[in-house]
């Protein structure tokens, strides 16, 4: 199946991806994977969440994987981006809607393990499918509230140019071991300090993403 069918507002740039709002810039300190403005986002949310990708994958949790932690990082922050770009827009998402969309997923992809299944493909675990749904419908309703009536292509124009312009004013600060923010991009850069990006520090095999 396709998961993204119904999602024809989404920049196909921001669905890569993983595809708090304040003046400080204060950068990541060792219990963080990256700070934007007020929201920290911790290295050890990164790790379970990276860790279940690993599991489901039938890898040990110890694997190396640099994109898997990059792209999950990435997603973490973009979304964060366009939680307070929905605050800053008054766009409220039910779980309701989360539920509907995830019902016609299901339908779709035939049943709940072929549906796991694509969702693995983009390296996104069974934990986290909700959130990726949350992330997708956000997208929409923000393209839609802020270029109403305009076309497909329009919409997508003006929402990346929102978040681009929201990541310019929190300036979002990434722990160097992963790399560096890039905001006209919208996407983690190579790292600046020389450090290596390690591998998600093992968590149990059991463990519930976060």
């Known amino acids: 199946m396709t998961i993204s069918r119904r999602r024809a507002l989404i920049p196909a ?27 920290h986002i911790t290295n050890e949310q990164l790790d379970s969440i990276t860790t279940a990708v690993l599991v489901a994958q039938g890898k040990p949790v110890n694997t190396s994987d640099s994109p898997l932690v990059t792209q999950t990082l990435n997603w973490l922050i973009v979304m964060d981006l366009l939680e307070q770009i929905a605050v800053d827009n008054s766009i409220v998402l039910t779980q309701g809607e989360i ?26 675990p069974t934990q986290q499918i909700d959130e990726r749904i949350r992330f997708a419908l956000l997208a929409q309703k923000i393209a839609a509230a ?27 600060q990434v722990n160097p071991r992963y790399g560096t923010w890039d905001s006209t991009n919208l996407q983690i850069g190579s790292s600046t300090s020389g450090l290596s990006t390690p591998a998600p520090t093992a968590t149990p095999a059991g463990a519930t993403a976060q």
């Open 146 to 172: 802020i270029a109403p009536g305009q076309s497909s292509d329009a919409a997508t124009t003006a929402l990346i140019t929102t978040v681009t312009a929201k990541s310019n004013a929190l300036d979002p």
């Open 13 to 39: 740039a921001i669905l890569a991806l993983g595809l708090i709002i304040s003046g400080c810039s204060s950068t990541s300190n060792g219990a963080d994977a990256a700070v934007v403005g007020e929201t």
């Open 99 to 124: 539920d509907r969309e995830r019902e016609g997923e299901l339908k779709a992809a035939g049943s709940e393990a072929e549906l796991t299944d694509a969702y693995l493909k983009q390296l996104v």
